[in-house]
């Protein structure tokens, strides 16, 4: 498991994102519901989980670089939001690859609440700088 701290992204940063396992074939992470990142009912927002599934992706993309490349962006993302995450809940987000080639590579990422309560499924493209 390569040692990975979203500080590399100063918003995943801002928002608390923290890496739990960073490789080429699998990005994990955690991030508190804080009132910051809710909307109304004290829910997460739906860009908040987009944010958090966006940065797992570019995190693996950039793991993912073929030799020479200068980086990564995103082009695509597509969200499902499948559930609640509360206020004060923990929601888990696991990003696997799809696609990986000298172009583009395409990740998906489940995010779920700690007790297992699918949140969002997110599927996003990357782009090879």
Not at 31 to 42: E, F, K, M, Y
Not at 43 to 70: K, V, W
Not at 94 to 99: R, S
Request: net charge neutral.
């Amino acid at each position: 498991m390569t040692a990975f701290s979203a500080d590399i992204i100063p918003f995943a940063k801002t928002m608390g994102v923290e890496i739990t396992e960073a490789t080429p074939e699998r990005v994990a992470a955690r991030l508190l519901v804080r009132p910051d990142l809710c909307t109304t009912g004290g829910t997460l927002h739906g860009g908040a989980a987009m944010a958090f599934a966006d940065s797992l992706g570019a995190i693996g993309a950039y793991l993912s670089l073929p030799e020479g490349a200068a980086g990564t962006t995103t082009l695509e993302s597509k969200t499902n939001f499948l559930g609640p995450a509360k206020e004060g809940e923990t929601v888990l987000a696991h990003c696997t690859p799809v696609h990986v080639g000298r172009r583009t590579s395409v990740w998906q990422t489940k995010i779920t609440t700690e007790a297992g309560r699918n949140v969002a499924l997110v599927t996003q493209t990357q782009m090879v700088l």
